[in-house]
């Protein structure tokens, strides 16, 4: 049986005793219960467009990640297009909406906030994760005050009914949905007509192409980590509540005063590469907005949960360790995309002596999401070092958005 709270403590961010106390608990009756041995890892990720953007998007992550378009599922609101790494890395599904009229509970989440609400139907869900008993994970969880959508209700939303998706977060407004699938089996999911859109396709195409004409194919690994971003007064309760829901146990935090802003890791317990099962990132303000003014700290976290709500803020994309013709890869990689027009909100941060280097990318015009790209070297471990985390956490602060 697994052991969840026998995990290396990192960071130095002080908890409250209330979360000391409550992860303990939490992840022993987890482990006792079973959910942590029928919980896996991460299976997919969905993310939802506005209409008409889902093929440009395609040809975004075609060039930016390793994902392959690799069918289109076309039901009766949506076109959800499964892309692909391989069998060891989660999917991503990208839903895209026929009607832009079309309202449903995620829309009335971006519709609350002021720069959310300008794209209305883009936004990260949340993740589906594996699991060996669907019906039991979910009856467990049901007992434990978690709410799920009925498949009724997953029927009028339009998503794959062989997927049991909780209700969104409080916290976070992601969902966390449980699927199964036989041990080596194919991913199934369970939604319209399977079809390959020649659009989609050529985008695709049109990426790996200058994937490769560029020479950075071969750099770019799968996906490290998932940062979402949630008020202050939400950071433990968001830890707590994905730890009850996941498989995943509480890695560490790091206090960024300087950003007025801590950065806390969950990780898969079965010790997966993150190419496999992707860290959980929960990033907050240490202190909220309204109380900024008497201390005058900076508050680019906080801001942009204002501005678009808790939500996913961006995916971070591992990059080959090694250097090409003389420089670090994560610098060819950066160059090689910046020359095709896509914008970087700093330099690369960090060295090979820090232990890694990392950037952010703009936003995109598509999903809103960010893309970081992260160089580790040697056996550095972590995600970040701390004068890295600051730089990234002004630069996104500067994005436009975020300060308005």
Avoid at 30 to 52: F, H, K, Q, Y
Avoid at 82 to 101: A, C, F, G, W, Y
Avoid at 236 to 254: D, K, P, Q, V
Wanted: contains cysteine; hydrophobic residues 35%; proline residues 4%.
């Amino acid at each position: 049986m697994f052991c969840s709270t026998n995990m290396p403590r990192f960071g130095d961010k002080q908890n409250s005793d209330f979360f000391e106390e409550y992860l303990q608990r939490l992840l022993i009756e987890r482990d006792n219960s079973g959910l942590t041995e029928m919980i896996g890892g991460i299976e997919a990720l969905i993310i939802s467009v506005e209409p008409g953007n889902s093929v440009e998007y395609i040809a975004e992550l075609a060039l930016m990640t390793p994902y392959q378009y690799l069918v289109t599922l076309d039901s009766e609101k949506h076109f959800t297009h499964v892309l692909r790494i391989d069998m060891n890395s989660p999917d991503i599904l990208l839903r895209e909406i026929k009607n832009p009229n079309y309202s449903d509970i995620f829309r009335s989440l971006n519709d609350l906030y002021p720069v959310g609400a300008r794209r209305p139907h883009s936004r990260y869900l949340g993740e589906i994760l594996l699991t060996s008993d669907r019906h039991q994970v979910v009856a467990l969880q049901q007992q434990r005050e978690f709410r799920f959508f009925q498949v009724g209700q997953l029927a009028e939303l339009d998503l794959p009914l062989n997927v049991s998706i909780s209700k969104p977060s409080p916290y976070t407004h992601n969902v966390v949905g449980y699927m199964e699938r036989p041990v080596d089996g194919i991913r199934v999911y369970q939604h319209g007509e399977c079809v390959i859109l020649s659009a989609a396709q050529a985008a695709n195409d049109r990426g790996k192409e200058m994937q490769q004409r560029l020479g950075i194919k071969d750099l770019i690994l799968p996906i490290d980590h998932l940062a979402t971003r949630v008020y202050s007064q939400n950071r433990e309760a968001a830890l707590l509540e994905y730890l009850a829901l996941s498989s995943y146990y509480y890695w560490g935090s790091y206090d960024i005063k300087d950003q007025n802003s801590s950065t806390n890791v969950t990780k898969n317990i079965r010790q997966a590469p993150e190419s496999t099962s992707p860290a959980k990132v929960f990033t907050a303000n240490n202190k909220p907005y309204c109380v900024n003014h008497l201390d005058q700290l900076p508050s680019p976290t906080e801001n942009f949960v204002r501005n678009y709500g808790p939500r996913l803020h961006h995916m971070a994309v591992e990059v080959r360790d090694g250097q090409t013709n003389g420089r670090e890869n994560i610098d060819v990689v950066v160059d090689a995309i910046t020359a095709q027009g896509k914008g970087f909100l700093l330099e690369t941060v960090g060295s090979r002596e820090e232990g890694l280097k990392q950037i952010f990318s703009s936003a995109s015009d598509f999903s809103s999401l960010i893309i970081e790209y992260v160089q580790r070297f040697g056996d550095f471990q972590g995600f970040f070092t701390r004068d890295n985390v600051a730089q990234l956490t002004f630069a996104a602060g500067q994005e436009e958005g975020v300060r308005n």
